[in-house]
């Protein structure tokens, strides 16, 4: 019985680690951290950062599709709808750590995950038309 209570809570807690172990390989920040506090703080200037980069990609996606109202108006709204979904995401993600000292650390792992796939699409979309074939730059959403 208490060799299946070990094995849950050492479960538990490896799934807790996994949204932020990858991150932190890539973040001197978490190599550092010795505390449950640091990790956290850690955790959140990775999203920060993931979200002053993706402001950055959002101006420039504005301004290329300045003249183009419907265009704009829409990339505002799904911009809106996206933020939405990723707060939504996350507080489901970590609904299990609420009030735990590692919830923050999960949270904001899960904001910079989602952050960073959301840069990379709209990376992408900004390239689209860099070095594409004149079919394939009709199809850019972004010109």
């Known amino acids: ?10 479960v538990a807690l490896a799934a807790a680690a996994l949204p932020w172990a990858a991150q932190a390989s890539d973040d001197p920040c978490f190599e550092k ?22 402001n950055h990609l959002y101006q420039q996606m504005g301004d290329r599709l300045r003249g ?26 970590t609904l299990r750590t609420v009030g735990a000292s590692v919830q923050p650390l999960r949270q904001n792992s899960c904001l910079a995950d989602l952050t960073r796939n ?13 070095g594409a074939g004149e079919q394939a730059a009709s199809e850019c959403t972004i010109r």
């Open 1 to 10: 019985m208490l060799y299946r209570l070990c094995l849950k809570s050492l």
């Open 33 to 54: 951290a010795q505390t449950q506090a640091q990790l956290n703080e850690c955790a959140f200037n990775a999203w920060k950062r993931s979200d002053v980069e993706l």
């Open 68 to 93: 183009d109202d419907q265009a704009r108006r829409m990339m505002v709204d799904a911009q809106r709808r996206w933020l939405s979904f990723r707060d939504s995401e996350c507080s489901f993600q």
């Open 118 to 130: 959301r840069v990379t699409d709209f990376q992408r979309l900004l390239s689209c038309t860099k």
